[in-house]
């Protein structure tokens, strides 16, 4: 089974309701804001649970992978700078122009800068998962002269990810908003 | 503005401490506001020595064996997790006057108060349980 990457590992293992909970509220309280947790729970109330209390609370949750008795749930913590709207990057397009593109078998380069959990349990099929805090570092990865659409889940990090791109002499970069929040076209999962 | 959810505990056996302390954490580590009555028997949930050995319901001993299996925090573990979570927890004075209690034999963090007290709290709570 595959891991995926995420900032801390919270191990509620054996305990029972409410415990998954009352634990992951204290581990996401030392978290910062867009960071990823992994809980792994055996209590199988957990997974309704779980994504109950992130829908209370406001984090965001990815999804759970289950791994024989153990199930691992997978959590963003919020963050306030996402609720913005406006964004700098000029170019934009909108979930239906990239949807088109990609029905239309365009040779475009779709990139993914959310953390690695969120793309895994959603993203557009062939799009390359790059998260924003590495980009800098993966610049290499990606074709300057490509036509890159950059995606997020509201397309607030893909600003920033697509001005950066931008700065470096990337050409054809594209922001798409608002991303994965609204994307009803085809997607690719980790749980099929 | 978070959620407010206001608690009666007026019955004293282990099953009831529970169902009291389990919402209570469940609804605290959830972002909401709560706030639990002991009055009556219920004062058994916060009290130092007896909420170390709630009774089961008669008939229902051989329960001990599923919480432990199921590795359920025992009930001054809970009351402790209550307490950090910032649940406010209000012993009723008028059942302390009646059964002679000082709030010395409760545990630390409770305050003391009559009816008005809660139902100042709960007048308007999103959800209102008793147990």
Redesign the interface.
């Known amino acids: 089974m595959e891991t995926l990457k995420t900032d801390f590992v919270l191990d509620a293992k054996g305990l029972a309701c409410p415990m998954p909970i009352v634990k992951t509220k204290k581990a996401m309280n030392d978290l910062e804001a867009g960071q990823v947790v992994e809980v792994q729970a055996t209590d199988k109330g957990s997974k309704a649970d779980i994504k109950a209390w992130a829908e209370s609370t406001g984090h965001q949750y990815l999804g759970t992978i289950e791994e024989g008795e153990v199930l691992k749930h997978y959590l963003r913590k919020s963050s306030n700078d996402e609720a913005k709207t406006e964004t700098k990057h000029p170019v934009v397009a909108t979930n239906e122009e990239l949807e088109k593109k990609l029905q239309g078998n365009e040779s475009i380069v779709v990139l993914d800068v959310r953390e690695e959990a969120e793309y895994a349990f959603n993203h557009i099929p062939n799009a390359i998962c790059i998260p924003l805090g590495q980009l800098e570092d993966r610049f290499t990865e990606l074709d300057q002269e490509a036509e890159i659409f950059v995606v997020c889940r509201t397309g607030s990090r893909s600003d920033f990810a697509a001005q950066k791109l931008a700065q470096n002499g990337f050409k054809k970069v594209t922001n798409v908003i608002p991303g994965m929040s609204g994307w009803t076209g085809s997607t690719t999962t980790i749980n099929n | 503005m978070s959620k407010k959810v206001a608690i009666i505990a007026s019955n004293g056996g282990l099953f009831d401490a529970y169902k009291v302390f389990?919402i209570a954490?469940?609804a605290a580590?959830?972002?909401?506001e709560v706030a639990i009555f002991f009055t009556f028997e219920g004062l058994n949930l916060i009290h130092k020595e007896a909420n170390k050995q709630l009774p089961m319901p008669e008939g229902k001993e051989h329960f001990a064996e599923g919480f432990a299996k199921?590795?359920?925090?025992a009930i001054p573990e809970m009351v402790a997790?209550a307490g950090e979570?910032g649940v406010k927890m209000i012993g009723c004075q008028m059942t302390m006057d009646v059964m002679g209690l000082e709030k010395e034999v409760f545990v630390d963090g409770i305050e003391v108060g009559g009816a008005v007290t809660f139902l100042e709290f709960a007048n308007d709570a999103d959800v209102t349980l008793t147990f």
């Open positions: 389990n954490t469940a580590a959830t972002d909401q199921a590795n359920v925090p997790m979570l």
